[in-house]
Nanobody
Framework: QVQLVESGGGLVQAGESLRLSCEVARTIFIRNTMAWYRQGSEKSRELVARITFAGAPNYADSVKGRFTISRDNAKNTVDLQMNSLKPEDTAVYYC????????WGQGTQVIVSS
């Protein structure tokens, strides 16, 4: 049973934008803080942004002012609007609850060329 489905990744040039979306199983989504994480090549997975059930966001310093996380509690979706992308944003992006449990989705690849 698929619990997390990320989409929206792609190949863009530096300075461009992408919007990621994640469909989440209701059992994971309900009442939980949701988050976007990323894992670059040969790097550990890191927290990018999280948002409480009430809609309060929090961002990693590296993306503050460029990325915006949002959620739709009726549709069980969480989105990540990424603007002014940089090559260092290149990674596989995952959504999950926060703190993250052991199970992850497939992720969506974002590649930012310079």
């Amino acid at each position: 049973q698929v619990q997390l489905v990320e989409s929206g990744g792609g190949l863009v040039q530096a300075g461009e934008s992408l919007r990621l979306s994640c469909e989440v199983a209701r059992t994971i989504f309900i009442r939980n803080t949701m988050a976007w994480y990323r894992q670059g090549s040969e790097k550990s997975r890191e927290l990018v942004a999280r948002i409480t059930f009430a809609g309060a966001p929090n961002y990693a310093d590296s993306v503050k002012g460029r990325f915006t996380i949002s959620r739709d509690n009726a549709k069980n979706t969480v989105d990540l609007q990424m603007n002014s992308l940089k090559p260092e944003d290149t990674a596989v992006y995952y959504c999950n609850s926060w703190p993250a449990p052991p199970s992850w989705g497939q992720g969506t690849q974002v590649i930012v060329s310079s």
